[in-house]
T-cell receptor, first 111, second 113 residues
Framework: EDQVTQSPEALRLQEGESSSLNCSYT??????LFWYRQDPGKGPEFLFT???AGEEKEKERLKATLTKKESFLHITAPKPEDSATYLC????????????FGKGTLLTVNP | DGGITQSPKYLFRKEGQNVTLSCEQN?????MYWYRQDPGQGLRLIYY???????QKGDIAEGYSVSREKKESFPLTVTSAQKNPTAFYLC????????????FGEGSRLTVL
């Protein structure tokens, strides 16, 4: 059974204080790792897809990286509008492309 | 603008009543999904459909039913058999069934009194 563990559960930063969120996973044959952002009371919004160890993707102040066991979402000089819950999900081998989601990290950026 | 529309946004029902949540997409996506989100838990897959007139059970399908008669529509019925139906329900779609890039609706919050 695929497992995804995100840490920390919650993170509070000051504006401009860079940090990283962690997503560790256990799957049988990784087909893709996905990061989403979710604002309170809204549906998640897709951010990145990573397929293989060593791959990196960037978008504004966010950079996602992938190793064979975990992924990091690095947030550089965050702003209050980056406050959200960040979700990690994996898709593993098999004929059905089903995602397994982690519980998320609630990020709060104070001005 | 293309997107996914879920309705209603909030719904209150009494125990024992069936409830149907609507999900419509105009993205021309083949695949559609229903997830349930509870506080402190990850999103859990209820049902998914990769093509019209076909759907499969997800991890927590008991007490739920779906239909996919049109490409654009994937309604979810929460039946009286669902033991703990109060939750935030999310509908999503993807271009095909072989991608993890999902587009989500705004969600429907169901409260059973």
């Amino acid at each position: 059974e695929d497992q995804v563990t995100q840490s920390p559960e919650a993170l509070r930063l000051q504006e401009g204080e860079s940090s990283s969120l962690n997503c560790s996973y256990t799957v049988s044959g990784l087909r893709g790792l996905f990061w989403y952002r979710q604002d309170p009371g809204k549906g998640p919004e897709f951010l990145f897809t990573l397929y293989s160890a060593g791959e990196e993707k960037e978008k504004e102040r966010l950079k996602a990286t992938l190793t064979k066991k975990e992924s990091f979402l690095h947030i550089t000089a965050p702003k209050p509008e980056d406050s959200a819950t960040y979700l990690c999900a994996v898709a593993s081998g098999g004929s059905n492309y089903k995602l397994t989601f982690g519980k998320g990290t609630l990020l709060t950026v104070n001005p | 603008d293309g997107g996914i529309t879920q309705s209603p946004k909030y719904l209150f029902r009494k125990e024992g009543q069936n409830v149907t949540l609507s999900c419509e997409q105009n993205l021309n996506h083949d695949a559609m999904y229903w997830y349930r989100q509870d506080p402190g838990q990850g999103l859990r897959l209820i049902y998914y459909s990769q093509i019209v007139n076909d759907f499969q059970k997800g991890d927590i399908a008991e007490g739920y039913s779906v239909s996919r008669e049109k490409k654009e529509s994937f309604p979810l019925t929460v039946t009286s058999a669902q033991k703990n139906p109060t939750a935030f329900y999310l509908c999503a779609s993807s271009l095909t069934g072989s991608t993890g890039e999902l587009f989500f609706g705004e969600g429907s919050r169901l409260t059973v009194l």
